[in-house]
């Protein structure tokens, strides 16, 4: 069957995608490449073609998984997985949508909390300062953040105080790198 001749499971989630930003899960040929090239996909309950395979099937209990899942707030929005994918699958797009969905049906993964507080408190800290940095380091707290046990927002103390390895280069990209974080701090509003 052609992807134009499938018939989207009106109650579905991949319903609603379509709808919303335009994503056809069917589209996707589970090839991998995003999952690959995704930089916190080891932390996610579900790597992003995962998260794709599981829309597809279109069933409620899948559709759950997703909306509960750690792996919608883990993304970054670095748009990895979409410069790497075949179909030009907008993945970045598509968790927005989630976490929004995820938010209005009540169904925020627990860890959430921590990776929001870190997204307002770390972005504030980066305009505060007016300084940015390198991408690596945010993913790194993101990952510890999964752990953490005291308040998330000792980070950008510990950055401002330079007690974190502070990298010297700026990234070379500087508005690809804005781009994110302005990405990012819609999307943990
Ligand atoms: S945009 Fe999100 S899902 Fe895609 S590679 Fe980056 S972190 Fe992973
Ligand atoms: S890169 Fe694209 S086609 Fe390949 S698994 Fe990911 S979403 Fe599917």
Known sequence: MSHSEHHIERNSLSYGIEKNVEVLAQKCYQCGKCSA???????MDFP??????????EIPANDEKILRSNSIWLCVTCEMCLSRCPMEIDIPSMMDYLRQKSRSEKKVNKQAKNIIAFHKSFLNSIRW?????????ILDYKRQSL???QDVTLAPKMITRGKLHLFPNMVKDM?????????TSNSSK
């Not at 992003?48 to 099937?57: C, D, F, G, K, N």
């Not at 508005?175 to 990405?183: C, D, E, N, S, V």
């Open 129 to 137: 300062t007016g300084r940015l940095f390198e991408l690596g380091l």
């Open 147 to 149: 752990n953490l046990t």
């Open 175 to 183: 508005g690809h790198l804005a781009r994110i974080f302005r990405k």
């Open 37 to 43: 090239g995704c930089p916190v996909a080891d932390q």
């Open 48 to 57: 992003p073609s995962m998260v794709m395979r599981l829309l597809q099937t």
